[in-house]
Structures are given as C-alpha cells and as structure tokens.
Nanobody, 126 residues
Framework: QVQLVESGGGLVQAGGSLRLSCAASRRTFTAYTMGWFRQAPGKEREFVAAINWSGGGTYYADSVKGRFTISVDNAKNTVYLQMNSLKPEDTAVYYC???????????????????WGQGTQVTVSS
C-alpha cells in the first residue's frame, strides 16, 4: 500500500503561482508513475501532468503546458507541481496519483492509478 499526501493548495489571484507537493509513503513498482489530476465542480476528473521517479516520462495536458512544471525529489519521496500564470479556469481540487510504469497514453487515464491522495483545493480569483 502507498499513501499519498498533498499540500500547497490555496487561494491566489489570476497570474499568480502556487506549488503543490505530494509526499509518498514509499516508492514501489506499482507506484512508479506519478500523476496530477484535477476536478472542478460538476466536471470529470482531468489529467494535468505526469512523471516517473527517474525524472523521465514527463507529460502535460495542453491546457497547462508552458505554465505548469512537474518534478520529483527522490530523497524526499515527493512530487511537485509548480503552477505559474494561474487562471480562474485552473480552479479545482488537485489530486496526486501513483501507478505502475505506463506506456504512452496510459498516464492520462485515471484508471491507470491505483493510489490517490485526498486532494488539495486550488482557487484562482479573477
């Protein structure tokens, strides 16, 4: 079993920045791919970004490309999501997820990830 704990959410004005953190209790083969997803009220959960513990396999949703950066700190078993130039449409609950090694395309699908954090709220005001 792998526990994931997110932190770093909050309220920020449009154009501002936030950094989300996801601390994993351990790294295993079944928790090699790390992803960030988000869910706004009344909408389905959507993919944001993914990376693996080797620092490779980075992949971003088109809506955040160039504004968000995903990274890992192996010494701390922590994945980060640096969010810059935030927009009101980025408002959502952000979830960290962990899953096995992924082939191209698998990392964007929520069902690929067996482990999920509790989520952290990000609110961007206009």
């Amino acid at each position: 079993q792998v526990q994931l704990v997110e932190s770093g959410g909050g309220l920020v004005q449009a154009g501002g920045s936030l950094r989300l953190s996801c601390a994993a209790s351990r790294r295993t083969f079944t928790a090699y791919t790390m992803g960030w997803f988000r869910q706004a009220p009344g909408k389905e959960r959507e993919f944001v970004a993914a990376i693996n513990w080797s620092g490779g396999g980075t992949y971003y949703a088109d809506s955040v490309k160039g504004r968000f950066t995903i990274s890992v700190d192996n010494a701390k078993n922590t994945v980060y999501l640096q969010m810059n130039s935030l927009k009101p449409e980025d408002t959502a609950v952000y979830y960290c997820a962990a899953g096995p090694p992924s082939r191209q395309g698998q990392q964007v699908v929520p069902s690929h990830y067996p482990y999920w954090g509790q989520g952290t709220q990000v609110t961007v005001s206009s």
